[in-house]
């Protein structure tokens, strides 16, 4: 079964850090690039960064320098370290592959209050 679940979201100030965790099945995991999404209020989902299998990382333009994506392996999850954040990282994050599987996980809340 395939299975993605997010956490870790919150309500932060702007300037704050937030660390989010997927835990990913290993159908999904093993082997595949993983990227963290986010999805505002009527916007579409978009990749903010991506983790290749050997650790290689690639970000979007406006999370590079602050977000840190990360991955572990052998626990089958992945991670964004997020800091300095702004209100316009207030979205739903969601972990998948990429290019994104069908599947997707619930998703985590992050809010940034000016």
């Known amino acids: 079964q395939v299975q993605l679940v997010e956490s870790g979201g919150g309500l932060v100030q702007v300037g704050g850090s937030l660390r989010l965790s997927c835990a990913a099945s290993?159908?999904?995991?093993?082997?595949?690039?993983m990227g963290w999404y986010r999805q505002a209020p009527g916007k579409s989902r978009d990749l903010v960064a991506r983790?290749?299998?050997?650790?290689?990382?690639v970000y979007d333009g406006s999370v590079k320098g602050r977000f840190t994506i990360s991955r572990d392996n052998a626990k089958n999850m992945v991670y964004l370290q997020m800091t300095y954040l702004e209100p316009e990282d207030t979205a739903v994050y969601y972990c998948?592959?990429?290019?994104?599987?069908?599947?997707w996980g619930q998703g985590t809340q992050v809010t940034v209050s000016s």
């Open positions: 998948n592959q990429f290019p994104p599987s069908a599947n």
């Open positions: 983790v290749f299998y050997g650790g290689v990382t």
């Open positions: 290993g159908s999904i995991f093993s082997g595949r690039t």
